[in-house]
Nanobody, 118 residues
């Protein structure tokens, strides 16, 4: 059973930056792709970025050029560097193991709240 623990969220002004971390315990981290998701009030959870086992990345159009996903397999950790934050980035951010069909392989963790003020 995989345990996902997100951290690094907080309150930031528009244009600021945050770096989120996700530690995946109880899994073989290095053989899985990883993704960051977010859910804003009244909206469905959406995939923001993902990273393959060898470092390939993909981003939602809404964050492309502003966010960067990375991983450290030795630490079982995936990161999301968030720059030039906008109020519309406000959401609870989660990590998980993405599937090709859009679903995820693990249970959701508690997430970490990101709030961007204008």
């Amino acid at each position: 059973q995989v345990r996902l623990v997100e951290s690094g969220g907080g309150l930031v002004q528009a244009g600021g930056s945050l770096r989120l971390s996700c530690v995946a315990s109880g899994s073989i981290f290095s053989i899985n792709p990883m993704g960051w998701y977010r859910q804003a009030p009244g909206k469905q959870r959406e995939l923001v970025a993902d990273i393959t086992t060898d470092g390939g990345t993909n981003y939602a159009d809404s964050v492309k050029g502003r966010f960067a996903i990375s991983r450290d397999n030795a630490k079982n950790t995936v990161y999301l560097q968030m720059n030039s934050l906008k109020p519309e980035d406000t959401a609870v951010y989660y990590c998980n193991i993405p599937r090709s069909d859009g679903r995820v392989r693990s249970s959701w963790g508690q997430g970490t709240q990101v709030t961007v003020s204008s």
